[in-house]
C-alpha cells in the first residue's frame, strides 16, 4: 500500500520498521548511498537520469521494497537504464537534498534531470516489480517533447506532479484520464497520482470517490489495493453525516475485503497487510467490536504466515511493524516480544527493534524492561527519529508517576528538535512534544 497513514489507535513507534539497512550487494541495483554529488557527477557523465529512492530506517514500506523488491533478479537487467541514489532522509548530511527535493511521503523514488536537476517523474510509496519497470519506461520518454494528445495531457500532468504542485495536478490527470485508453501501462499510474493528489490537498470526498470510479477500471491490477485501501482511509476521513460516506465506506470496505480474499492480485504482503488495517479501521468507526476482533485474528494469521515464508532475516525483520500492529489490535501484544528480541539480534546496530520494546513494554506496565530498552535505542537512534524515541520514554516516565522525569526527557526532545536542519523538522513531532509538555501536571515549588 503507498502513502498511507494506519487509522487504527497505535503508537506511532508501531509502523517502525525493525531492520538495518540492507548492505548494498543485497541489491541487484548499484546504488550510490547518500551522495548527491557522486550521483549527480556519474549522471552527467554518462548522460543518464538519476533514479532516487528516498527512504527511512523506520519505514517499513522502505524496508519492505529493500528486502523483497530491489533484490529481485529481474531487475538487474535495468542497472544501466539510470544512475542510482538512495537516500537516508534522517541523516543530516542529508539535509541538503531533503531541502532541494522535500519528501512527503516514506518511500518516495524521483527520476531527476542532471543538467537543470529537476524531477521529471515522480512515484510515492512501494511499488512491485513490474510497475518499477513501467516506471523506468515512462521516466526515460518524460521530457522529451513533441507529444499530443493524451501523451501531452499526461506529460502537463506529470510536471505539475513532479514540482509538488498537488492541487493543479489533479485536475490535469483527470483530463489526462479521460484521454488515456485503460489499457495503456499510463493509465494506472495516472491513477495513483491522482489519488494521492486529491488525498494530500485534503479533497477527502473526492478521494474516495475516484477510488471507486477508478476500481471499476482497476480492479484486478497492482493498483487495486492502492485505489481500495488509500480510497477507505479517504472514506474514513470524511466529516460524518456528510452524504455519501456510509455508502462510500460500504463500498471500499467491500473492495478491500475482496482484495485480501484474492491470491491472484499482485500485491506484496505490506499491502495487504495494510488493507487489514484499512479495514480494522472501517470496523472501529461502525464501533463493531467483534467485526474488530475477527479481523484482527485474521490479520495475526496472515502476518504469522508470511513471516513463515521469509526467505532471509530481511524479510522476515520487514515484516516486524506490520505484525506488531495486528498483534496490538488483537489484543496479544506480548506475542511481539520474541519477534523483537530476534530482530535486535540480527541486527544489533539497529535502533527500531529496542525502540519497538520500549513502547510494548510500557503497553505491559513493564516500565524497568521499558526504559531498559529506550537506553539501547537511544544510543543508536539519528535523526528526527530520535524525537519518536523521547516521546516514548516521557509517556514511561508519566506511567512510573516521574513527572520531572517526563518533563526533562521532553525538554530534550525539544531542544533536539530545534537544532536538526529546517528540512528535517517534522510540524507533527514538534506539535507532539509540545502538546505532551503542555499536558504535564504543573509541580509545586517544593516538590
Known amino acids: 500500500m503507498r502513502f498511507r497513514r494506519l487509522r487504527v489507535a497505535l503508537s506511532s513507534l508501531a509502523v517502525m ?50 528486502a523483497f523488491v530491489f533484490t529481485d533478479k529481474t531487475l538487474a537487467k535495468d542497472a544501466s537504464r539510470f544512475v542510482w541514489l538512495s537516500i537516508d532522509t534522517e541523516k543530516k548530511q542529508n539535509a541538503a537534498f531533503t531541502a532541494k527535493y522535500p519528501v512527503k511521503v516514506w518511500p518516495s523514488f524521483y527520476v531527476i534531470d542532471p543538467k537543470s536537476e529537476t524531477i521529471t517523474m515522480r512515484w510515492v510509496g512501494g511499488a512491485t516489480v513490474g510497475q518499477l519497470e513501467k516506471l523506468f519506461t515512462q521516466a526515460e520518454r518524460a521530457g522529451t517533447g513533441g507529444r499530443k494528445g493524451a501523451a501531452e495531457s499526461l506529460a502537463r500532468a506529470d510536471g505539475l506532479y513532479s514540482a509538488g504542485k498537488y492541487a493543479e495536478a489533479a485536475p490535469a490527470y483527470r483530463e489526462a484520464l479521460a484521454r488515456t485508453p485503460v489499457a495503456s501501462p499510463d493509465y494506472a499510474r495516472a491513477a495513483d497520482a491522482l489519488l494521492w493528489s486529491l488525498s494530500t490537498t485534503k479533497q477527502k470526498k473526492e478521494c474516495a470517490q475516484f477510488a471507486r470510479e477508478a476500481l471499476e477500471k482497476l480492479r484486478t491490477g497492482p493498483s487495486a489495493a492502492n485505489l481500495a485501501g488509500v480510497g477507505l482511509d479517504c472514506a474514513l476521513e470524511t466529516p460524518e453525516g456528510d452524504p455519501g460516506r456510509a455508502e462510500a465506506i460500504a463500498a471500499l470496505e467491500s473492495e478491500s475485503r475482496a482484495l485480501i480474499a484474492n491470491p491472484r492480485v499482485p500485491m506484496a504482503a505490506d499491502d495487504r497487510s495494510a488493507l487489514y488495517a ?158 505532551k509538555l503542555d499536558g504535564l501536571p504543573v509541580q509545586s515549588a517544593g516538590s
Open 278 to 435: 484499512s479495514v480494522m479501521n472501517a470496523r472501529e468507526d461502525a464501533k463493531d467490536l467483534e467485526g474488530q476482533k475477527k479481523v484482527a485474528a485474521e490479520w495475526v494469521a496472515y502476518l504469522d504466515a508470511e513471516a513463515a515464508k521469509a526467505a532471509t532475516p530481511e524479510q522476515l525483520t520487514a515484516l516486524d511493524p506490520n505484525r506488531l500492529n495486528a498483534f496490538e489490535a488483537a489484543g496479544q501484544i506480548e506475542l511481539a516480544i520474541p519477534m523483537l528480541e530476534k530482530s535486535a539480534r540480527a541486527f544489533p546496530d539497529d535502533y527500531n527493534p529496542p525502540a519497538r520494546l520500549a513502547y510494548v513494554y510500557l503497553q505491559l506496565k513493564r516500565y524497568d524492561e521499558a526504559l531498559a530498552a529506550s537506553d539501547t535505542a537511544l544510543a543508536k537512534v539519528y535523526g528526527p527519529r530520535k524525537i519518536r524515541v523521547w516521546l516514548v520514554r516521557a509517556d514511561i516516565y508519566r506511567a512510573k508517576g516521574d513527572v520531572p522525569a517526563a518533563r526533562r526527557t521532553l525538554q530534550e526532545a525539544q531542544a533536539y528538535d530545534e537544532s536538526l536542519p529546517a528540512s528535517q523538522r517534522s510540524e507533527s513531532l514538534t506539535t507532539a512534544v509540545k502538546t
Open 17 to 66: 520498521a525493525a531492520v538495518a539497512p540492507l548492505a548494498a550487494e543485497s541489491s541487484v541495483l548499484p546504488w550510490i548511498e547518500d551522495d548527491y554529488a557522486r550521483a549527480l557527477s556519474e549522471a552527467r557523465a554518462k548522460q543518464r537520469p538519476i533514479f532516487a529512492e528516498a527512504w527511512a530506517p523506520w519505514c517499513h514500506t522502505c524496508r519492505s521494497m529493500r
